[in-house]
C-alpha cells in the first residue's frame, strides 16, 4: 500500500467551471427571458373606464409565460452542462 502524504497535492480541477459556450447560452437563456416579459407586457387601456380585452391574448397567457419558463430551463441547462 502506497503512502499518500508522499503525493503532491494537485488541483482538482484546473479548469474553468463555465466555457464559453456556457456563457452563450446563458445569454440565450436571458434573450429568451426578456423576450418572454417583453410579449407579456401592455394590453392596458388608455382610460380606467373603459375595458380592453387585449389582455387575455393568447400571446400573453400562453406564448409569453411558456417563453420564460423556457428560458430558466435553457439557463439550468446552461450553469449544469460541462463541455
Do not use: H
Request: net charge positive; aromatic share 12%.
Amino acid at each position: 500500500m502506497k503512502n499518500k502524504q508522499n503525493q503532491p497535492e494537485q488541483p482538482e480541477n484546473s479548469r474553468m467551471p463555465l466555457t464559453r459556450r456556457n456563457y452563450v447560452l446563458l445569454a440565450i437563456g436571458f434573450a429568451v427571458i426578456l423576450l418572454g416579459f417583453v410579449l407579456m407586457a401592455g394590453g392596458g387601456s388608455d382610460s380606467p373606464d373603459e375595458f380592453n380585452y387585449a389582455m387575455f391574448s393568447w400571446r400573453r397567457i400562453t406564448l409569453a409565460p411558456i417563453l420564460v419558463i423556457g428560458g430558466f430551463v435553457i439557463e439550468i441547462y446552461a450553469i449544469m452542462k460541462r463541455y
